[in-house]
């Protein structure tokens, strides 16, 4: 069974950075895309940012420039380096990771809260 476990939130003031972790059971290196997603309250969940087995980053034109996606494979994790945060950055993250190539994830964490206070 694959278990996703995020870590890093909390509340920061606007400006700052937050580091979200994400720790996979088992080798992450099954998964052909890893992602995360945010969901604000009384908004849809959005794709924040998505990195695929070869390392190609994709992100929501809101975050880019601020934010990084990166994996690492020999530790089971993913990160979600978060910088020049912003109270509208405030959310639930989750960890999601698909092993298709392309369509829905099939895996998502618990999340984690991010609370960006102005």
């Known amino acids: 069974q694959v278990q996703l476990v995020e870590s890093g939130g909390g509340l920061v003031q606007a400006g700052g950075s937050l580091r979200l972790s994400c720790a996979a059971s088992?080798?992450?290196?099954?998964?052909?895309?890893m992602g995360w997603y945010r969901q604000a309250p009384g908004k849809q969940r959005d794709l924040v940012a998505g990195?695929?087995?070869?390392?190609?980053?994709n992100y929501a034109d809101s975050v880019k420039g601020r934010f990084t996606i990166s994996r690492n494979n020999a530790a089971n994790t993913v990160y979600l380096q978060m910088n020049s945060l912003k109270p509208e950055d405030t959310a639930v993250y989750y960890c999601?990771?698909?092993?298709?190539?392309?369509?829905?994830?099939?895996?998502w964490g618990q999340g984690t809260q991010v609370t960006v206070s102005s």
């Open positions: 990195i695929s087995s070869g390392g190609s980053t």
């Open positions: 999601v990771a698909r092993r298709s190539w392309s369509g829905t994830y099939d895996y």
């Open positions: 088992g080798s992450i290196s099954r998964f052909n895309a």
